[in-house]
């Protein structure tokens, strides 16, 4: 594991949070990132399906680790989410890419997608955020 890698996973190790929804850090480069976390019945709303906070939660997430990747420690300043269609699987996966890295600032998007028992992947959510050096 190289020193980003290990730096990042230290990050998501010190988040509360992240630990306690069981997220982990599957890829992280300069300007990428990825989020996955598996769906268990405590992560769902009342029709079955992922919660809208845990979609948005892997969003603002991916979102700032692909901008923190270029900018160096960050916070997300903004993000938007649109939910596309009910997170339903065993599994949901994050993928996020800055856009565009200033030296204060990037702009960066996310996919977030569901995946069923057989690893097939369906778009769930789409995200779009501003991502700030500290």
Do not use: W
């Not at 779009?128 to 050096?133: A, C, D, L, M, P």
């Amino acid at each position: 594991m190289d020193n980003l890698q290990a730096f990042a996973q230290s990050i998501l190790k010190a988040q509360p949070f992240s630990q306690l929804l069981g997220a982990e850090l599957t890829r992280f480069e300069s300007g990428k990132a990825e989020l996955a976390l598996r769906l268990t019945d405590s992560l769902k709303q009342q029709h079955g399906f992922a919660h809208g906070g845990v979609v948005s939660y892997l969003a603002d997430n991916a979102l700032t680790f692909a901008g923190g990747s270029v900018l160096g420690d960050a916070v997300t300043s903004e993000f938007k989410i649109n939910y596309l269609r009910p997170a339903i699987g065993e599994r949901l996966i994050a993928r996020a890419e800055s856009l565009h890295a200033g030296k204060q600032q990037a702009v960066c998007q996310c996919e977030i997608y569901a995946v069923d028992a057989q690893g097939v992947e369906k778009l769930c959510a789409v995200a779009q955020g501003t991502i700030v050096k500290v």
